[in-house]
């Protein structure tokens, strides 16, 4: 989705929205192997507050016009 953004967006929003995308399965994975079910939930805990900034990153493209209504409920 994000390679659609505008060309002078390449370090901006796009940026972001693709870091916090990557941050949820890789702190997924890391809390997995960690020795502890207290530090797994940790783990799951910051993977699901990258979830909600990769929410608020996607309803800001909307709302800048970098995706349509359609892509948003898609998403």
């Known amino acids: 989705m994000s390679d659609r953004f ?3 967006d390449m370090y901006g929003l796009a940026s972001q929205l693709q870091r916090a995308a990557v941050s949820i399965p890789v702190n997924i994975a890391e809390g997995r192997e960690r020795q502890h ?3 797994f939930l940790r783990y799951l ?14 309803h ?7 995706i ?3 892509q948003l409920n898609n998403i």
């Open 6 to 8: 505008p060309k002078n």
């Open 37 to 39: 079910s207290k530090e």
């Open 45 to 58: 805990s910051i993977a699901n507050g990258s979830l909600a900034e990769l929410e608020t990153h996607v």
């Open 60 to 66: 800001i493209a909307r709302r800048i016009g970098y």
């Open 68 to 70: 349509d209504e359609n």
